[in-house]
């Protein structure tokens, strides 16, 4: 006799597979337009959005960006609305495929953009479900699109390339940091209500959105990273130097790595470059009289990696004192140069607030109210421990006439 347990068990499962939908919704590769990048402009109360999609017959080739006859490995063009949505809605217009931003890396905003104010761009990414908040972000200067439609060195993509240049730098000289959406988000509704976004611009007299320019071995314009763009609330404010930049990623304990040149102890025409890092900053908040100050005290590691210097001896204790006294007074430049940009742009790029929101509650309460007036007024006091950990296999610089002459 058959058992009526397994009986029920198997017209349940029948039931459930007849219940299934199976893939009714699903959307087929050769129906998505993957994009790799898009940008951001304005015209007058318009938005301009431009997608750069990738075309992918021409990138599977192996034999370099233009090799077995492909063409461009992107296409760019723009779509205009009163809202960034209505702007991506356009793209049905006239775009075969459906736009697909699961692979986006990066979204460049034009300065003029970033200066009326990106709280638009923070809700749409952050509201809808198709857009990633882990897009990296930059800021140009000119036109944004003239960014998705140049071509890079090595990297066929230039979307890709440019949130690779991004990581490489924040990662090994900390000058500008990487930003993804969700930190700027963050960023900007916390007590500071500020942040920092990289700059990418087209560097030449010309650019390079043509394959054209692979036929020569140096492209004509190149797209770099450059000052480091400082945001108050939703607006931008202004820009910081690579200089006050570093100062600033100093402050804000962001120093990874970074590069430091700086004329010799014993001669100051001739330089040697040491790498700094990984550093990490303390700080110290104190109240006199009801004003605030700040102790920044930044400790960390040096390493010898070039020296022009003549006739000195990297083995000798004192040496290497007065070379770590060097770069720790060469850290102080950095700092003071970024704390005197940022309290001339009247912006708490650094995040003073939160701290003082933490440490002093009862204060906060009066603070919060004129914010930027109590910062400008606080008093800010650098110091640095740098230890030098290595000088290199060679205790004096490489001459090859000495040698010459010892033989």
């Known amino acids: 006799m058959r058992n009526p347990r397994l009986l029920a068990l198997g017209f349940l499962f ?14 087929e590769l050769n129906e998505l337009a993957i994009t790799s990048a898009t940008s951001i402009d ?9 997608f750069q999609v990738v075309i992918p017959s021409s990138i599977s080739s192996g034999i370099g960006i233009t090799g077995g006859g492909a063409g461009a490995p992107v296409n760019v063009y723009s779509t205009v609305g009163k809202t960034i949505r209505e702007a991506n809605s356009k793209s049905f217009f006239e775009s075969p495929r459906k736009l697909y931003f ?13 200066r009326r104010g990106l709280n638009p761009m923070l809700d749409v990414y952050l509201r809808n479900t198709d857009a990633r908040e882990t897009v990296d972000v930059l800021v140009t200067p000119g036109s944004s699109r003239k960014i998705l439609e140049q071509m890079m060195q090595i990297q066929k993509i230039s979307g890709d390339g440019i949130r690779e240049i991004n990581i490489l730098e924040a990662k090994h000289t900390s000058v500008l940091p990487e930003v993804k959406m969700y930190q700027l988000a963050m960023n900007l509704a916390s007590d500071s209500a500020s942040a920092l976004l990289p700059e990418v611009y087209v560097s030449g007299n010309s650019d390079a ?11 004509p314009a190149k797209i770099k990273l450059g000052r480091v763009a400082v945001l108050k609330k939703d607006r931008m404010v202004g820009w910081l130097s690579r200089t006050e ?6 402050i804000r304990n962001d120093v990874k790595n970074t590069v430091l040149t700086f004329g010799c102890p014993s001669n100051q025409a001739n330089n040697l470059t040491v790498v700094v890092g990984p550093s990490r900053t303390e700080l110290r908040p104190s109240l006199n009289d009801g004003q605030m100050n700040v102790k920044v005290h930044i400790k960390g590691s040096a390493v010898l990696t070039q020296s022009d210097c003549a006739t000195v001896d990297f083995y000798n204790p004192k040496v290497v004192s007065e070379m770590e006294n060097a770069v720790e007074q060469e850290i102080l430049r950095y700092t003071d140069s970024g704390w005197k940009a940022i309290q001339k ?42 230890t030098m950990t290595n000088v290199g296999l060679s205790n004096q610089p490489l001459n090859v006439n000495q040698l010459r002459e010892g033989k």
């Open 14 to 27: 029948l039931l459930c597979t007849v219940l299934l939908s199976g893939c009714w919704n699903r959307i």
């Open 42 to 50: 304005r015209k007058g109360e318009d938005w301009v959005v431009s």
């Open 102 to 114: 699961a692979h986006n890396r990066v979204i460049i905003v034009s300065e003029e953009t970033a």
């Open 209 to 219: 959105s043509s394959l054209k320019v692979f036929d020569s071995t140096t492209l």
């Open 245 to 250: 930049a570093l100062g600033v990623a100093f």
């Open 345 to 386: 742009l009247h912006t708490d790029a650094v995040g003073f607030a939160d701290m003082a929101h933490r440490k002093y509650r009862k204060g906060w309460r009066t603070w919060k109210k004129d914010w930027d007036a109590v910062f400008s007024e606080i008093k800010l006091e650098v110091s640095a421990d740098i």
